[in-house]
């Protein structure tokens, strides 16, 4: 128990898409990641998932719209929902979700699918 810096954990890592535990809620993690580039079209069947932009833009993808989210700006992809997120340029965010959710849901394993790992 006890603060937790985000910016000195935030410089710990430089691998983008590869989301680290900070800490845990009961039966949830809080994750950071760095983004870049295109991720996945992905949907996670059984849990919502919250994401928070710390530092940059963040293009969150609908299959019928696009939310850009600035730092400060959050938004909750409900369970079900297809999204893909996008970042043109290095986006640093919060994530909160469910303990052992694989980051690239239902789509294939890839490249994109993390190990995560606490920091």
Same mark, same amino acid.
Not at 37 to 45: A, L, R, T, Y
């Given at each position: 128990?006890?603060?937790?810096?985000?910016?000195?954990?935030?410089? =710990?890592?430089? *691998? &983008?898409?590869?989301?680290?535990?900070?800490? $845990?809620?009961?039966?949830?993690?809080?994750?950071?990641?760095?983004?870049?580039? *295109?991720? /996945?079209? &992905?949907? &996670?069947? *059984?849990?919502?998932? !919250?994401? =928070?932009?710390?530092?940059? +833009?963040?293009? !969150?993808?609908?299959?019928?719209?696009?939310? /850009?989210?600035?730092?400060?700006? !959050?938004? /909750?992809?409900?369970?079900? /929902?297809?999204?893909?997120? &996008?970042?043109?340029?290095?986006?640093?965010? =919060?994530? =909160?979700? +469910?303990?052992? !959710?694989?980051? $690239?849901?239902?789509?294939? +394993?890839? *490249?994109? $699918?993390?190990?995560?790992? +606490?920091?």
């Amino acid at each position: 128990m006890g603060k937790i810096n985000l910016a000195e954990k935030f410089n =710990l890592f430089s *691998d &983008h898409w590869s989301p680290k535990i900070v800490e $845990t809620i009961d039966d949830y993690e809080v994750k950071i990641v760095k983004v870049e580039g *295109d991720f /996945v079209w &992905h949907k &996670h069947d *059984d849990a919502d998932e !919250m994401f =928070l932009v710390i530092k940059g +833009r963040l293009n !969150m993808d609908f299959r019928d719209r696009r939310e /850009v989210l600035e730092a400060g700006e !959050m938004i /909750v992809v409900p369970k079900g /929902v297809e999204h893909k997120p &996008h970042a043109d340029q290095e986006c640093e965010m =919060l994530l =909160l979700e +469910r303990g052992n !959710m694989i980051n $690239t849901g239902d789509a294939p +394993r890839s *490249d994109l $699918t993390a190990t995560v790992e +606490r920091i």
